[in-house]
């Protein structure tokens, strides 16, 4: 999940990358088997294909455009994510909001939601998170 806009950068610079990769392949096509060429194409669009879907929720969010709800606790982390660019707050502008360092917000959101974001801090500063943030997520927790 891009998380700030030099993720968001940096993705873009790695997806012009891997399409040079893929022209310069495209290159070497007799030298490669077809079979291997497919399989080596095949691989790259996928990672570029991944890139770019991370890159259109990244914008969808920022523009509003995607319904954040959270199925479970442990959906915490990306909600608190998504509100946060979902209200266009940089990581700087929730560090302000809480009175800390933007390197804080980095660390407490650095594994984001595909590991356990938000891990190292303590209730308290959760709950200023969540408020900082004025979240108000709607819930479709199944029991």
């Known amino acids: 999940m891009i998380q700030n806009e ?66 479970s606790i442990e959906d915490l982390p990306k909600v608190l994510i998504q509100k946060r660019i979902g209200l266009g707050m940089t990581q700087k502008d929730l560090a302000v909001k809480l009175g800390i360092k933007e390197q804080m917000v980095q660390r407490y959101e650095a594994s984001g939601y595909e590991a356990s974001g938000y891990e190292s801090i303590g209730f308290q500063r959760l709950i200023e998170v969540w408020n900082a943030l004025s979240a108000s997520i709607p819930t479709t927790i199944v029991t």
């Not at 873009?12 to 088997?33: D, F, R």
């Open 6 to 71: 030099h993720q968001y950068k940096i993705t873009q610079g790695e997806i012009k990358k891997l399409h040079q990769v893929l022209e310069k392949l495209l290159e070497q096509s007799e030298i490669i088997s077809a079979q291997q060429l497919a399989a080596m194409q095949n691989s790259f669009q996928t990672q570029i294909d991944q890139m770019q879907t991370e890159i259109q929720e990244y914008n969808d969010l920022k523009m509003g455009k995607v319904e954040i709800t959270m199925g």
